[in-house]
C-alpha cells in the first residue's frame, strides 16, 4: 500500500491564480480531511468528507473547494490564491469511527505552498 | 467548537531527562486525545492516544494522563534520546464530531546529547 499520497510536494503561485491539491489513497478510507500547518499553530481543519460525495466545512474553509467524487481521491481546489495562504496543507484519511471506537488518522506527506 | 491549548511551545532536555508536555481542552464532550509527532519536514504520525474512560496509558517510554475533570491531558517521555526531538502535537475529538480532530499548537522539544 502506497498509504495517502499528495502532489504537488513544492509549489509556487502567484496572487490570483488558482490550483488543485491532489490527494489519494489506497486502504478503503471512508473519512479524509485536509489540514494546513502554519507555524505556531498547529494543524488547522479546512474540509473533509466522511464518504464518497459528502464533504464539510473545517474551522477554516474559506477560499477553499473540495469534492469526493470516488472513495480514493481528496483534492483540495484554492479558488484565487492570496499570500495568507501561504502553508503546508496536510491530506489525512481514517477509517469511519465504528461502534464508538477511534480510529488513527494517516496522514500524507505534505504540500508546502507558497502564494507570492 | 473545541479549543485545544498546548504548553509549552518549546521544551529543551538533556538526553535521560524526562519531558512533559500539557495540554487544556475546552468542551467536556471530547472523549478521545490522540498524540502526533513531527519531525522535521516530515508529516505527523500518531504516538500514543488515549480514551475518556481510561486515566493513563504507557508505551514503553511515553505516557499519557488524563484528568477529565480539569480538562487536561499530558504527554510524558521518559529517559529522553536525541530521536526524541521533534515536534509534538496534542489533540481532541468528541464522539458527536466522528473523526474531526482539534490540534493544539504544537511543542517542539529537543534532546540535548
Known amino acids: 500500500n502506497a498509504g495517502v499520497t499528495q502532489t504537488p510536494k513544492f509549489q509556487v503561485l502567484k496572487t490570483g491564480q488558482s490550483m488543485t491539491l491532489q490527494c489519494a489513497q489506497d486502504m478503503n478510507h471512508e473519512y479524509m480531511s485536509w489540514y494546513r500547518q502554519d507555524p505556531g499553530m498547529g494543524l488547522r481543519l479546512i474540509h473533509y468528507s466522511v464518504g464518497a460525495g459528502i464533504t464539510d466545512q473545517g474551522e477554516v474553509p474559506n477560499g477553499y473547494n473540495v469534492s469526493r467524487s470516488t472513495t480514493e481521491d481528496f483534492p483540495l481546489r484554492l479558488l484565487s490564491a492570496a499570500p495568507s495562504q501561504t502553508s503546508v496543507y496536510f491530506c489525512?484519511?481514517?477509517?469511519?469511527?465504528?461502534?464508538?471506537?477511534?480510529?488513527?488518522?494517516?496522514f500524507g506527506p505534505g504540500t508546502r505552498l507558497t502564494v507570492l | 467548537g473545541e479549543n485545544v491549548e498546548q504548553h509549552p511551545s518549546t521544551l529543551s532536555v538533556q538526553e535521560g531527562d524526562s519531558a512533559v508536555i500539557k495540554c487544556t481542552y475546552s468542551d467536556s464532550a471530547s472523549n478521545y486525545f490522540p498524540w502526533y509527532k513531527q519531525e522535521l519536514g516530515k508529516r505527523p504520525q500518531l504516538i500514543i492516544d488515549i480514551r475518556s474512560n481510561v486515566g493513563e496509558k504507557k508505551d514503553q517510554r511515553i505516557a499519557v494522563t488524563l484528568n477529565k475533570t480539569a480538562k487536561h491531558f499530558s504527554l510524558h517521555i521518559t529517559e529522553t534520546q536525541p530521536e526524541d526531538s521533534a515536534v509534538y502535537f496534542c489533540?481532541?475529538?468528541?464522539?458527536?464530531?466522528?473523526?474531526?480532530?482539534?490540534f493544539g499548537g504544537g511543542t517542539r522539544v529537543l534532546v540535548k546529547p
Open positions: 489533540a481532541a475529538s468528541m464522539a458527536a464530531a466522528g473523526n474531526k480532530l482539534t
Open positions: 489525512a484519511s481514517s477509517p469511519t469511527k465504528r461502534g464508538g471506537s477511534y480510529n488513527e488518522q494517516f
